[in-house]
């Protein structure tokens, strides 16, 4: 990285944070039922919905009630999206004339948007009908954007000062979608299809080359999902190349866009964090640790030398810079989608992406970002109380050994769900089917689909060739586990808050420099300890044996 | 859990939770699955009409290709793309990959190498602000030459 580029990076990054900062006000305010400028446009058409969802928007729920609200809603949205793409053959915008998708193809399909994962087993522009590619896909990208927010909400809610539950599921969702994500994705869409993006239900434009040779081009509703799958850090691209694709990610301009949008939300969630608290300053050791856990994945990153613009994996027009810069924001916000071939990357690259994925909050998905931060907020408490021999408090909340269990539990569930299943791959023989590879190339691809599964992140080494029985079962598991358990274990815990004596000691300031870089080095601890060994043997191994990239 | 009201209906999976939990995914399925990307459709489709069907680039008329997608080249006459590339579809090739390849292409048509050089060069693109480096669009570069040099490339014009 030249100074240049390093000067692009502070760019882009200084917009996000500027940006996010100032949208913050108007983000928390959709969970606080404040008025907003539009009010004449959303409150109309949300009060529509209420009506036919026949719920009572205002009345608060406990933890319980509001997650299985979610996990049934979100049930549904994936059977719906199930349906779609089994039959696509015979609902209507199938100009292609695609045949319905496997039974484990569309399943684990569904599970990976369901959950907002995007991990894709399939290539988009050779197997999905537009209606697919519109109700199954971009659908499931907004409906799982929507309940990622709302578990972070709800999350906060339950350390609100007099809070009387968690928020209420539907009103949380429906206004989600009515005032953040479907007005930030109209008008990214439409500046997407400026740049270049297509935009069209007309089928593939077929012509005659120069030479004569014949050529399809594949195109489609491509900007409405792109816009989504980048603003609610989903990842599931148009086609299996992703943002490496030209007709989904044409220029320079459009990378910056994409980039700049999926880092947009999970940073402007944590501003709003202090604002729903009612406690700005809390919001800093966040934000602080947030980006210092982002920083180093990108320094991490960026030690090694760049690939050429030419080299194999790499699109011209990003070359090695905005390709790598995408590889770690990609992992740090759990979009999953890529604008350049994983094995294009340099070893030390892949190792940050691990640790976007293992860390979850750097600044981490849409909403969950926020919960897996509070998480480790949390734990820092409790170890910082631990050495000071003081009692853990949190805003004057005390944490108790059953807080502690179900955070620990949280947090062990990930290294389960991506170690276990790892071994598995290799015992049952299903990583030698795909040609994983037994070397330390081998073992990260392995490791990674995991990692990407369990983390909801989505980008992956294998691809199409990952669609084996095997692989669309385990992932489909492990990224329902990956996705539900800590969550729901997280609500608990916030739900537990509710009614809970505070205590207005002069006890640990979390708002403090202190408490930040405390919660920075605590995250790094608990993540590095946790992988170590198999890094080991992975990345860092492949790094050690000289190997510049994937591809040798 | 002071204030909490309790959820309506028998059990946690009574009707009362699953009849708006199907309703509420409906309604996610209309507005933003089939409403929201026709609505964008509509608006592309009126204001960027040439974005948002794929840039097809014309040739007499006649379309033949588009700047977002490579086309095989495979004469020596016309500048080649790259075959290795994360989307394998890559369009571009890099400022020194055009300029190497002016050398075959003059020496296959008689185009003075200069000429070839002046044409790359006037066909750079890639800078957005700052960001980015320079590359050439081979399918751009080629009807350039096509239709700078209607003699050598005539039967394709």
Redesign the interface.
Same mark, same amino acid.
């Given at each position: 990285m030249d100074l240049?580029e390093a000067?692009?990076l502070f760019?882009i990054l200084g917009s996000v944070l500027i940006s996010a900062r100032l949208l913050a006000p108007y983000v928390a305010g959709v969970y606080t039922n404040s008025r907003s400028r539009l009010e004449r446009v959303f409150a109309p058409l949300e009060k529509l919905?209420f009506r036919?969802?026949?719920?009572d928007a205002l009345?608060?729920?406990?933890w319980?009630?509001y997650f299985?609200?979610a996990v049934?809603?979100n049930?549904?949205?994936m059977?719906?999206?199930f349906v779609i793409l089994m039959f696509q053959n015979f609902f209507p915008l199938d100009p292609q004339g695609f045949h319905g998708l496997s039974l484990g193809l569309a399943f684990q399909t569904v599970v990976s948007f369901g959950t907002n994962t995007n991990l894709q087993h399939y290539n988009g522009e050779s197997s999905l009908s537009y209606l697919s590619q519109?109700?199954?896909i971009?659908?499931l990208q907004?409906?799982s954007a929507?309940t990622g927010i709302c578990f972070g909400v709800a999350m906060v809610r339950g350390f609100i000062t007099g809070s009387?539950?968690l928020g209420n599921f539907?009103s949380d969702?429906?206004r989600t979608?009515t005032r953040i994500?479907?007005p930030f994705? =109209?008008l990214s869409?439409?500046a997407l299809?400026? =740049?270049?993006?297509?935009?069209?239900?007309?089928g593939y434009?077929s012509?005659?080359?120069?030479?004569g040779?014949r050529?399809t081009?594949p195109?489609g509703?491509v900007?409405?999902?792109v816009s989504?799958m980048q603003i609610g850090t989903n990842g599931g691209g148009y086609?299996g190349?992703n943002s490496?694709?030209? =007709?989904q990610n044409?220029?320079?301009?459009t990378?910056?866009l994409e980039l700049y949008l999926m880092m947009l939300l999970p940073t402007c969630l944590i501003f709003a964090f202090g604002r729903l608290l009612g406690k700005k300053r809390e919001a800093r050791p966040l934000l602080i640790s947030a980006y210092s856990l982002y920083a180093l994945n990108l320094l991490v990153a960026f030690l090694a030398p760049l690939p050429s613009?030419?080299a194999?994996?790499?699109?011209?027009?990003?070359?090695g810079f =905005?390709s790598t810069f995408w590889t770690v924001t990609t992992t740090s916000t759990m979009t999953g989608s890529?604008?350049?071939?994983l094995y294009?990357m340099n070893p030390l690259a892949i190792l940050s992406a691990f640790m976007g994925m293992f860390v979850q909050a750097a600044p981490g998905g849409v909403g969950s970002g926020l919960a897996y931060m509070l998480m480790y907020v949390l734990i820092t408490v409790f170890v910082v109380g631990l050495m000071s021999g003081r009692t853990p408090e949190y805003l004057g909340l005390k944490i108790g050994a059953r807080d502690l269990k179900l955070l620990m539990l949280a947090f062990l569930i990930h290294p389960l769900i991506i170690l276990v299943p790892t071994i598995l791959a290799y015992v049952s023989g299903a990583a030698a089917a795909v040609n994983a590879g037994s070397g330390p190339l081998g073992l990260t691809a392995i490791m990674y689909e995991f990692a990407s599964a369990a983390s909801n992140n989505g980008s992956d080494f294998l691809g199409a060739a990952a669609n084996t029985q095997f692989f669309n079962l385990s992932t489909a598991f492990v990224m329902l586990i990956g996705r539900y358990a800590p969550l729901g274990l997280l609500m608990a815990l916030s739900?537990s808050m509710?009614?809970r004596k505070r205590f207005f000691t002069t006890g640990l300031d979390t708002a403090s420099f202190a408490f930040s870089g405390v919660l920075v080095l605590s995250v790094l601890v608990l993540v590095v300890l946790t992988f170590l060994p198999f890094l080991a043997l992975g990345p860092i191994l492949s790094y050690l044996r000289g190997m510049v990239n994937g591809f040798g | 859990m002071g204030g909490v009201t309790k959820p309506r209906g028998p059990g946690w999976l009574g009707k009362s939770n699953l009849t708006p939990a199907l309703r509420l995914a409906l309604i996610t399925l209309v507005v933003c699955g089939i409403a929201f990307p026709l609505l964008v459709t509509a608006v592309a489709q009126t204001l960027f009409p040439y974005q948002a069907d794929g840039e097809l680039v014309k040739l007499d008329g006649r379309a033949v290709g588009s700047n977002l997608l490579a086309q095989q080249f495979t004469r020596p006459i016309f500048f080649q793309p790259r075959n290795n590339s994360a989307s394998g579809v890559d369009p571009d090739i890099t400022l020194e990959n055009a300029l190497s390849q002016a050398e075959r292409v003059s020496n296959a048509t008689g185009i003075p190498l200069a000429q070839l050089d002046r044409l790359v060069y006037e066909n750079v693109q890639g800078r957005f602000l700052i960001f980015g480096s320079p590359y050439v669009n081979v399918l751009k570069l080629n009807l350039l030459l096509i239709q700078s040099y209607p003699e050598i490339y005539g039967k394709y014009g």
């Open positions: 240049s000067f692009e760019l919905i036919a969802l026949g719920v009345r608060v729920m406990g319980k009630e299985l609200s049934i809603a049930a549904f949205a059977a719906l999206a519109m109700g199954a971009q659908f907004f409906s929507a009387k539950g539907y969702f429906v979608i994500l479907l994705s =109209l869409s439409v299809v400026w =740049l270049g993006v297509p935009q069209t239900i007309s434009a012509v005659i080359g120069i030479e040779i050529q081009i195109v509703p900007a409405s999902l989504i086609y190349a490496a694709y030209p =007709l044409p220029n320079p301009a990378d910056v613009a030419q194999p994996g790499i699109e011209v027009r990003f070359g =905005l890529v604008n350049a071939s294009a739900g509710i009614g | -």
